[in-house]
Every structure is written in C-alpha cells, then in structure tokens.
C-alpha cells in the first residue's frame, strides 16, 4: 500500500556540488540520481522503487553544461528540458529534438525533468529517444575509479537493454548527452501519436535523412512505443536509402516497419494500432525531415 | 408572467465566491484545519472479493494510531443516497464490512497525528483473506449461482434476497408494441454500449470531522446534499440530528459524485468519534478512482416509424452494471425510460431495465444521469430512421420531439410535469443555419485521407425532479432572507453551488425582487443547524428549484417589509414598489405614481427595528411544481484522420433553452463545460478492470485516465453558444436550467458528425481511433454501422431470457 | 532521521524548516506554511494543481522534494496579490467567469503568470500549451482562455 500524496519510504537525499562526490555517493547501496525525479518520485510513489539514498546532481555546475562547437552539441545531464525547449541551437539545429521536448509532458514537468533523465528512464516510450537516436546521439557515462573519475563514451542506440533497462552499471551515471552536428542537406522531424496532446506517445517515431539532389542518400529512422526498447528500423531505412521520393514509395518503404516492431497491448493502445500507425507516422514524419533536408515537395505522381 | 427588463438576470457580475477562489483563499474540505486535528487513511482492498479471515491492528496501534475495522462501526445496512423515497431506495452499504466487494473497497481505517504516520500505520496492518470468486462483467455475475457479492439486500424494512448478481430490475410497458411494429415500414435496431467514465472532480473526496464534547459531530465533508449526510449521519451513529451539524464547505468538483453521501464521510465520521478528536481524510486519486463512476448501460433499442416519419413502437432493453454497491440503480433504470419517453413521442413503448452487481466502483450519477447514455442511442436511432425514410435529419426531429402541452418525465415514470416552455424549433433553425447545414455533404461525398463531417444531436434535462404530484424523488428547497438594518440581505439556504453559480444566480433574484443593489445580498454561510432541508443540488435543479424557492422567500420577505414601509409613507401596500437607487447604494421603496415619496429599504429597516416592530424576514420551505426540460441541440463538426483514426474537433454550435438566462458569463461556462466532457465521453474516457486481478487498467493514477485538454478542444472562435428566447411560465422570473442539458446530446452529436465524415456509423462508446481505424478496414461501401464487438453467448437477449427462467 | 535545515522563500518571507527527505513541497507548503491554496488532484503530475512558481517557473510541489526547493523563492497563489491589489489575471478570471468550482484555479493563474512574466503577449496556442499541465474538470477552458488573453490585454497597456 502506497499513496500519491505522501512518501513513507526512508531514504537520505545528498545535494550533490560536485560529480566526485555524486559518483563517491552513486557507489553505495541502493543510490539512484535524482534529476528532475518526474519519473523517479512516482516509482516511489506507487512503490515501483524503493531507493536508500538520492543522489540530487542538479546542483553539480560542472553538469549545467550547454554548449555547441566544433560540430558537436554537449548538454549536460543537470540541463533541464524547459531550457533546452528555447535555446536557438536545438530550435535551428535539431528541430526533431526541440519537437519531441516541446511535446513532452507539461511546462511544469519540463521545467524540472532533465534530457538526461528522460534517456536513463529508459521508456520505451522516452518522446527524446527517437529524435536523439536519428542524430547518431551519444551518451557520456562517467564512474569512479578509486578516486579518478573515469568516462566512456557510448552510442545511444546501444544505451537501452529493456523496459527500464540500460547499460548503465552500479555506481555509473550519465553525465551528458553529446549529439553531433547534423550534416548539410539533411533533415529530421519528430512525430508522435497519443491519446490527448499532454500524453505519453502511443507510438511516436523520428525521421532523419540525408538528401542527394532529390535523392534520399541516407535514412536513419527510430520508432518508440513499439519494441521493448525505442528502435532503429532497418528495413525501413534501407528501403528508403536511394529513393526518390513520392507518396506512394514512402508509403510502401513505411509500411515495412511491422517487421521491425514487436508492440504490446496496454492501457494506452493496441499492438496492432501501434503497428499500423507507426508506418502512417514515419511517413507523416518524412515530409517534414524531407523539406527541412532541402527536398522539393513532394507530389503524387 | 413575462418576460421584461431586469436589473442583473442576463448580466454578467464577479460572482461572490470568487474572490476567494483567485487568492487561494478559499476553503475546500481538504483545507480544513482544527486544532489537534488527526489525519485519517482508508485501508482498501486489494482483492475484488474477499472476506477478512482475519486482521491485525496491533502494529498500528502501537504507533499511536486509532483504528477502525467492520467491529468498531454500527452494524447496519443503509444506502448512501437518499434522494428518492425509503420505498425505492435499496440497501446494501455497511460503513465498514468483513466482506469487499471489489479493489479498492475500504474495509478499515487509521487516524494518527500526522498523514505520514497514519500511512505507515495503515501500511502496517495485516490481514488474512478468504478470496471469493470475483464477477468482472455483468455476464460472469449473472451467470453466479453462489458466492454472490451481496446474498440479500432490504427494502425497507424487508429482506431481499439476490439472484445471480441482479440488483433490481424495472419494467415499463405503453400502448401495444407488437401491434405498433407492425403499423411500422421501417425498423432500426441496433446495440449500444456507453462507457464507465469517471467522474475526475479535481477535489478527491474528502471530509473533515469533528466530535463535539455534547456527544454530536460537527461535518465539512464534500458533498451536493447537505441534509440528507446529516440525516444518514445521524441515523448510523444515533445522534439526534440537532447534535450532527453539517457545513457547506465548496467542493472540488462534483458532477453528480456528491449527491450520494460518500462513504468517506461515515468513515470519517466513525474514526472521529473512536479517536475523540478532531480527524481529516484526504483520499490520494488512486482511493478515489474506486469510489465512483458514471453508469455505463448497454442497451438494445429498437425503433419503427411510419413512411411518414411518424413513430410508431419502440422497445428498449437495458443492462447496467453498476459495480459493488447499489447507489439508487433503481431509480436510474427508472430515468433511462424516462429520458427515452420524453425525447420523442411514441405511443407504443416497451422498457425493461436490469441492474447486475460486479466487483467494480459502484456507479452512479454523473451529469446527465442516464440521458447522455440513452440520448446516444436513441438520437443514433433518429438520424438512421431519417435516413432510410430519406428525410432531413432536423425535419424528422422537428416532428417528433415531444414538446410544448406535452408531458415530460423529469425523473422517471413517477416525475412528470407539462411543458410550458419549448425553444426546441429555434435551437435547432438557428443552430442549423449557424453551422451551416445546408451545405453539409453526405459521406459518399467524401474522399481522401482527411474528412470532414457535420453531425447534430439533441436533448435536454430537466429542471428539478418536482412535479404537480410528488413522485419517487424529494425535491424541496428551504430558505431564509432577511433584510438587515443597513438595508443589505442575507440570504441562508443549505442549497449548494457546484461552480456553476447557482448561489449567485439566487442572490440576483433575491435582488431583482426586492430592488436592492445586487452586491447589496450576502449568501450566508450555511450548515445544517442553521438551514431547513434541501434535497441536494442535483438534476440541473439549483436555479429553477433552488433558486425559485428562495425568489419566493424574498416575495414574503419582502411583503413584510413593504408592510412596515406602508406605515411610514402611509400608502396601502399594494401601492408601493421597490427599485435600487445606484446613486445612493441602496433600495427603496416608493409609492407607484407619486414617486416623489420614497424611503430607502435601510430606512424602512432602521425604523421598524427602533419602533419594536420587528425585522423584515421570512423563512420557508418551497417546493416547485413542475420539471420543465431545459433543451439543449449541438452541431459539431469533426475532421477525422482516417489513418490513424484521430478525430479533432472543428466546430461546435451549441444552443440552449434555459428560459431567461441569469448568468450569461456562466451558463456558457456551463455549456463549455458540458460540451468538454461529453466529447470526452464520445473520444476517449473509459475505465477498464483488468479480468485477472480486477484492478483498474490504469491503476487509479491519472498519467492513464485522459480527458480533453486545452489543445484538443475548439477555440473560442470556433464554439458559438446562443440562448433560445423563451420564458418559462413556471420558473423563478421565467428560468429553467442548464448543468446536465449542456453534456446530454454532446456524445450522440460527436458521433453523428464522425458518420457525417466516415459513413460508419458507431454504436459503442468511446469512439476510440482503434475503433474508427479498425471500421474503416472493415467497411466496403456506403453506410456501415460498427457494432462493439459482441459475445455470442451474452447477448442482451439472452440475458434476458435468462431473467424468465428465474 | 536524517532531517535536514532548509531555507525557503515563500512569497517574500523567509523559512528556515527542518524537513525529512521523503517530505513533498506540496505537503511542507500545505500543512507546516498553511497555504493551503495549493492543492492535490492526482500525486503524479498530471493535473497540476499543485503548481507553484519556483524562482518564477511553474513547477509541481507534489513531485519535488522539500529538501531540492531549499534555497529557492517559491511563489504560491496566496502571494500574487499586491497590497490587497489582486493581480490583473486574478481580476479577469473573475470577470471572464473562468472560475466554477476553484479548484484549478490557484495553479491554473500560476502557470499563467509565468507565461506572461516570460511573453506578455503571447498567441492563443502559447496560451494553450502553457495551461496544458493544468486541468480543470470544470471550464472546458474556453472562459479561461479569454481570461489570460484579456488579462495579457490590461498587462501590456499597463506597461505602455
Ligand atoms: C505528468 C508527466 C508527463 C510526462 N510526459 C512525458 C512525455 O510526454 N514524454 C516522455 O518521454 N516522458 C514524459 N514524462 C516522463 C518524465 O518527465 C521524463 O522521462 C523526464 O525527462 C525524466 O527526467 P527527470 O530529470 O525528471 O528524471 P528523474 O525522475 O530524476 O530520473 C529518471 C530515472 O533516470 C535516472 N537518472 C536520471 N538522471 C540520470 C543520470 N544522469 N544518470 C543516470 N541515471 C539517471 C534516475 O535514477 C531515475 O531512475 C512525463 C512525466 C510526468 C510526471
Ligand atoms: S497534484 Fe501535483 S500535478 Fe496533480
Ligand atoms: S473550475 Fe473546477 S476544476 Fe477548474
């Protein structure tokens, strides 16, 4: 028996002011990160989790960090998702990323919930997944060897192992999230479909492709919502690589996506919706990552 | 009587509560705080049927906490609601009980110094189960032979003994309906299915009590029906009810959760009186959830008419499944006919209406009580039977609705008044010209991947539940006003105000009547000791019941003061009139043709206190003697993603009949309101019980219940609301109402737009885009109707075939 | 049991609290401040009645932690008001009827006056996806939208 309205578990809670002293503290029995805790208060709440110690790295400077250069933006895991939803970079940029953080939960929620959060979450449904995964994200994950803080850096796509799951191991956390410049002449959207606006996806998807002429050179498509961990769908991706886009060919190179998903029925939607509306959604996301790639419109011939 | 110029009806003013409501200052029962003040938690059950083998307080007691189980508390059957007469009303609660019938069921209850504690102390308790067969759908529990969730129930003072799982059942037969089919050139019949849609006030339910040291309590609990929680109160704890007092305190929300006294409130009660002090219960949303929900009807209803347009038979078979408790089903199957007679006329009707227990949140009103269901139905039916007889939608209606000299049944069979007032033809002209109907395009019409469609629907609600002759349900309001010596009003009445501002709709006609200047009334607090009985605010009855009761107390008063007033100007009383005087602030009197000779009201006052005559007051019961409808019609038009199946609402023509409107401001307030969650209704809340464990699928937390946000609703650009101009002859200075009516039609419309866009036409609520992608697939040409998906085996027929055989 | 010092300042005036970590800033504001204006709908963050604005920014005191406010200015509805002067968005709920039952309401003008502090004139849409976090079961949000557009209307002629 738990309630919404109040916590009963015991834990500590350490502010943590330096990464040293959040890793030295993530060692020890039953530690979690607290960022937002948007997601992690409500495990505690409906006693999904039951921490012994917080680890509150939002005061850690050397995790505030925002930056863009050398052809690779840096957001650091104390950046909040209210910040990022304004910031010029991300709006000009990586617009998929600033539509998926625009559609995720409410001004409240975005602003106290990190980016980083949102990834080690590991949702099958996180709306920054997708986006984060088509712009060939990585994620900086830093531990404490003795006293030496030691970072390795991983791909996002390898980032999920299952439902709630990532590679993370005890004692690890992420420290910042590094998402390279995209390329000249590409493009991406996001797209997601949900009962209500204010909801999580259903299914949501992004779009991210690389234009040659009027040629798709280049596709990298991630689904959420319809696999136990946000995916990369390959064969929808090969499909549309060298493809001179109309309606109907991006229909049928959408429509492959079932091969790549194995969704479940729950509380929010059906497997088979998902399935079949993840095709509708990746081609609803193609226009847009299309046009921002610098395509021409795209007719029905 | 007729309609004429008013001071404040029809004018928009702050309403008086709200300055308390924008600062944050406003006392809901949760705020409330008493000193030495304990915080109570409801155990709930984890089992959706279970008996206690055993359980073990110790722990928690040990921790300081007071506990209460099934021992502690009177060991008596009643019924939550007490709004129709001791002879149809049911009985099956117990506060408490050594038995659950569904998750989420109380059976105990802590109350310690603070919330943490009494958490962990409720955390602590440890009980054994015995775990019965569970019934999580009306076809399991009607199936069940033994292990029954309730074995017998009373009636009064009579034992009733239960049937597989059936609560109650109501029959209803008019003219001859085998003859009448056959008179018929066309029939529709189709199966609907209406959602258990949860009522989500944004307040849970809560309550506040306090043992007062002369043996009785004193209430703040959350509820529409002051009176009738007392009276319960005192009947279960045998308190005489001058000991029970029972304040009004504004509730979060309500939407028909509140006219039954939630068991919150008892329990609230029962620890309060154990711990000796003072004990608040704040339910979390997920206690909430279980605690109630609309009644979701499945129905078969079956409808001829003639080639032209005459119907002539109907008959409708009705399964309602109503959870683990009986909150007054009986009256509920007596409306669902009521609602159905009244919307069209037809002489040759058939009703049969069944209530089947399940281990789920015990359903009851919420807005509409039974008419959004039935209107879904029975305006689907409408719009199909106009178009297989090739007639206009609005023609067809306008021939059949039942209307002006014609009688309506304001809250079942046993409710039934004349109607004076009728705005049906203009709601729907105006309301056709405005969405453009004209123009509206059949399905065959539409192609390509997103679709428009215009659909329409009407309905209404009823004024009130009162009647030329008294039926199953109380309705009387009591009021006091009282003119003080400054020349200000007070007004007392136990009657409450949901938000839709009843209250001040009440002060207006307090301030029409007797010519002061409208901030110049004061709603006074009320609990029960001050106030007379009231039936509860329900059934759109606030304005035209409330506040007509409290128009006629302000009449008497003011004969009084116009008695007192005649001795000082020394004209007869039926010279004299009252009118406000902006300039001064204040009302006065003055003799009718020689206006010269006046005296402000707080003159008249002061001199009647300083000669010993006495005060300018009058109290009285009122009850009103009819139900008028208040009609509603709503043009909606959808465009439907016949991809993903994902509808976005485009427009909305909303029209109501609510004779002269007191609050313009807020009685379209209350049409947006009712418009949001019947469109709510229509697309997406539903709550589904898991077979398995018989939890609720969304487990109670809100991040799964989803109802219409700001993005997914029409802009105010978009929803045109308009006002019939009627007068009703009955009503308090011609009104009627509006709450309910503003939902009634919503659902039906919504889905006779999506048929406008799809040519499909659903007959099972919500309208999901699983649904609507799904029919589509399904659907080759032209009309289609996508039935909810039925099991051969519980069909309503053979349910009902079943129920002979007993 | 690990309690802790912390530093709050609430609509102007100082706290200094000793709190455990477990303790919600929802419950601290609510039953140790007494400002019970903000309220509880639903625990998860869905309905945002719970909404206070924290160093001017809407967040949800039902999924914070007392102990990670510490340090901050916290703004509940009971401080908008200045000099007994309501705020212009408390003056247009009333005027435009966007209050029926309340109960939204409080979190309902916090998260409204945030957006104007931030964009004093902003769209129908901005409008809307501010007030997204904010239910109100009551409204069907049409009264409250006319309300903070009316309300951002006296606001810039204010500033003229
Ligand atoms: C009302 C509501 C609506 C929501 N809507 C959406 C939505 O539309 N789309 C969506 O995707 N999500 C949604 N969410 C989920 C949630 O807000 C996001 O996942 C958010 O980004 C989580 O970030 P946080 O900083 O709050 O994480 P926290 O709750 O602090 O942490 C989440 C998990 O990640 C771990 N963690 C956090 N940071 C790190 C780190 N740096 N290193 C290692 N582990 C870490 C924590 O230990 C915890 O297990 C919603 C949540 C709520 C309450
Ligand atoms: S109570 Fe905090 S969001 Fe609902
Ligand atoms: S006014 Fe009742 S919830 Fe908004």
Redesign the interface.
């Known amino acids: 028996?738990s309630?919404?309205?109040?916590?009963?578990?015991?834990?500590?809670?350490i502010?943590a002011v330096s990464l040293g002293e959040a890793l030295e503290s993530l060692a020890k029995d039953g530690a979690r990160v607290?960022a937002g805790?948007?997601d992690l208060?409500?495990k505690i709440?409906?006693a999904r989790d039951n921490p012994k110690l917080?680890v509150?790295i939002?005061g850690i400077e050397e995790l505030k960090g925002f930056s863009f250069s050398e052809g690779c933006l840096l957001i650091g895991a104390a950046v909040r998702l209210?910040f990022l939803e304004d910031e010029k970079v991300i709006t000009e940029r990586y617009p998929a990323l600033h539509e998926a953080i625009?559609s995720l939960?409410?001004?409240?929620?975005r602003?106290?919930a990190t980016l980083a959060g949102n990834l080690c979450n590991a949702s099958p449904i996180a709306d920054t997944a997708p986006p984060l995964m088509v712009y060939d994200a990585e994620v900086e994950i830093s531990r404490l060897h003795n006293t030496r803080i030691e970072k390795r850096i991983i791909s996002l796509k390898d980032f999920f192992t299952g439902p709630g799951q990532t590679v993370l191991q005890k004692g690890e956390m992420v420290t910042g999230v590094r998402v390279p410049e995209p390329m000249a002449s590409s493009g991406a959207a996001f797209g997601k479909?949900a009962?209500?606006?204010?909801?999580?996806a259903k299914v949501n998807c992004a779009v991210w492709l690389k234009r040659e002429e009027a040629v798709v050179a280049e596709a990298r498509i991630a689904v959420g919502g319809a696999a136990p961990v946000p995916v990369r769908v390959e064969k929808v991706e090969k499909a549309l690589a060298g493809m001179r886009p109309s309606s109907k060919r991006i229909s049928q190179a959408a429509a492959l996506v079932g091969e790549n998903l194995s969704p479940i029925s729950?509380?929010?939607?059906?497997a088979?919706?998902r399935t079949?509306?993840a095709s509708?959604?990746i081609r609803d996301t193609f226009f847009p990552a299309w046009k921002r790639s610098g395509g021409e419109e795209i007719t029905d011939e | 009587m007729e309609k004429r110029d008013y001071h404040y009806l029809g004018k928009d003013f702050p309403r008086k509560d709200g300055f308390a409501r924008v600062t944050g200052k406003e006392v809901y029962p949760s705020d409330v705080a008493l000193n030495g003040m304990f915080f109570g938690k409801i155990l709930r059950s984890p089992h959706p049927h279970a008996k206690i083998k055993s359980i073990d307080t110790s722990e928690a007691e040990k921790m300081g906490a007071v506990c209460i189980t099934y021992r502690d508390v009177p060991d008596k059957y009643f019924n939550v609601r007490l709004v129709s007469v001791p002879r149809s009303t049911y009985m099956d609660w117990q506060i408490l009980s050594n038995k659950v019938r569904q998750v989420g069921e109380p059976f105990a209850a802590v109350a310690a110094e603070t919330e943490e504690l009494a958490q962990r102390a409720a955390e602590s308790v440890k009980v054994e189960w015995e775990i019965l067969p569970s019934y999580l759908n009306t076809e399991d529990a009607m199936n069940a032979t033994e292990n029954l969730i309730h074995d017998h129930v009373y009636l009064e003072d009579e034992k009733i003994e239960i049937k597989n799982n059936i609560a109650c059942m109501r029959e209803l037969t008019e003219g001859d309906v085998t003859a009448g089919f056959k008179e018929a050139d066309v029939i529709v019949e189709n199966e609907f299915v209406t959602p258990r849609v949860y009522h989500c006030q944004l307040e849970p339910r809560s309550s506040v009590c306090k043992p007062e040291p002369d043996g009785g309590v004193t209430v703040w609990p959350s509820t529409q029906a002051l009176h009738n929680t007392r009276i319960l109160i005192g009947e279960l704890f045998d308190i005489p009810l001058n000991k029970v007092n029972v304040v009004r305190v504004t509730g979060g929300g309500h939407f028909g959760s509140g006219i039954h006294t939630n068991r919150v409130i008892l329990i609230n009660v029962a620890l309060a009186l154990k711990a000796g002090t003072p004990v608040k219960i704040i339910p979390d949303r997920e206690g909430d959830i279980y605690e109630h929900c609309r009644y979701p009807v499945r129905y078969t209803l079956k409808v001829g008419a003639k080639k032209d347009g005459t119907l002539v038979a109907g008959e409708m078979k009705a399964l309602v499944d109503i959870g683990s408790h009986h909150i007054q089903a009986f009256a509920f199957l007596g409306v669902l006919v009521g609602w159905w007679h009244s919307l069209y006329r037809c002489k040759n009707l058939k009703y049969k209406g069944i209530a089947v227990y399940t281990n789920k949140a015990p359903s009851c009103a919420m807005q509409g009580y039974g008419a959004p269901q039935v209107t879904f139905g029975v305006e689907t039916t409408m719009s199909m039977l106009a178009e297989k007889l090739g007639m206009d939608y609005l023609e067809f209606r306008l021939k059949n609705y039942v209307g002006l000299g014609e009688t309506f049944w304001g809250q079942g069979p046993t409710v039934r008044s004349t109607i004076r007032s009728d705005g049906v033809e203009e709601l729907i002209t105006r309301g056709a010209e405005l969405i453009g109907w004209n123009n509206r395009q059949p399905p065959e019409k539409k192609t390509g991947r997103y679709r428009r469609g215009i659909g329409m629907a009407r309905g209404f609600h009823t004024s009130g539940t009162g009647a030329p002759v008294p039926g199953e349900v109380k309705d009387y309001t009591t009021a006091m006003v009282k003119i003080n010596e400054d020349g200000s009003v007070d007004v007392l009445t136990s009657l409450m105000d949901q938000g839709g501002g009843t209250l001040d709709a009440a002060a207006k006609l307090v301030a029409e009547e007797l010519g002061v200047p409208f901030d110049k009334v004061g709603i006074s607090p009320a609990d029960t000791r001050s106030t007379g009985y009231d039936v509860c605010t329900h059934a759109t009855r606030g304005v035209y019941c409330g506040g007509g009761a409290v128009l006629e107390v302000a009449r008497k008063a003011k004969e009084v003061l116009l008695e007192y007033a005649s001795r000082i100007l020394e004209a007869p009383v039926h010279a004299l009139k009252t009118r406000p005087d902006l300039e001064r602030e204040q009302g006065e009197v003055y003799v009718d043709g020689m206006e010269e000779k006046s005296i402000t009201i707080a003159e008249v006052a002061q001199t009647a206190m300083n000669n010993d005559w006495g005060t300018a007051i009058f109290a009285k019961s009122h009850r009103m003697i009819a139900c008028p409808p208040a009609f509603t019609t709503f043009f909606v038009e959808v465009e439907v993603d016949t991809e993903t199946g994902r509808v976005t609402i485009e427009r909305v023509v909303a029209g109501s009949d609510a004779g002269v409107v007191i609050n313009p401001s807020l009685a379209r307030g209350q049409i947006h309101g009712g418009f949001y969650r019947g469109a709510g209704m229509a697309l997406l809340e539903d709550t589904h019980y898991d077979e398995k464990t018989g939890r609720l699928t969304n487990l109670g937390l809100l991040t799964d219940y989803k109802m219409l946000g700001p993005e997914d609703l029409p802009d105010e650009e978009h929803f045109q609301t308009f006002f019939a101009n009627t007068y009703e002859p009955t009503g308090p200075m011609g009104a009627k109402g509006i709450g309910e009516a503003a939902l009634n039609p919503v659902p039906a419309a919504v889905a006779s737009a999506i048929q406008n866009a799809t040519g499909i036409w659903f007959t099972k609520l919500p309208i999901l885009p699983e649904d609507i992608v799904k029919a589509l697939r399904q659907k080759k040409e032209g009309i289609a109707t996508f039935e909810p998906e039925k099991d051969k085996n519980h069909t309503i027929e053979r349910e009902f075939l079943k129920i002979r055989s007993f | 049991m690990n309690e802790r010092q912390i530093v709050l300042e609430v609509n102007g005036k100082e706290y200094k609290l000793t709190v455990k970590p477990n303790e919600l800033l929802i419950n601290v504001l609510r039953e140790r401040l007494g400002l019970m204006g903000t309220k509880y709908g639903c625990g998860v963050g869905e309905c945002g009645a719970c909404t206070v604005l924290m160093d001017g920014n809407p967040v949800l005191s039902c999924q914070m932690l007392a102990l990670s406010a510490s340090g901050s200015k916290i703004t509940t509805i009971e401080g908008i008001a200045q000099n007994g002067r309501l705020h212009p968005l408390q003056e247009a709920f009333l005027d435009e009827g966007a209050v029926q039952c309340g109960f939204c309401t409080p979190g309902m003008i916090l998260s409204a006056k945030a957006l104007l502090d931030k964009k004093p004139n902003p769209t129908d849409m901005e409008i809307k996806e501010a007030i997204r976090g904010n239910i109100c079961r009551c409204t069907g949000y049409i009264n409250i939208l006319r309300a903070i557009k009316t309300a951002s209307l006296k606001l810039s002629e204010r500033s003229r």
């Open positions: 028996m309630s919404s309205r109040i916590i009963t578990q015991d834990f500590d809670y502010k607290f805790g948007t208060l409500n709440k409906t917080l509150d939002t209210s625009k939960g409410s001004v409240q929620i602003n106290m479909i009962r209500v606006t204010m909801d999580l729950d509380v929010r939607s059906t088979k919706y079949d509306t509708v959604l």
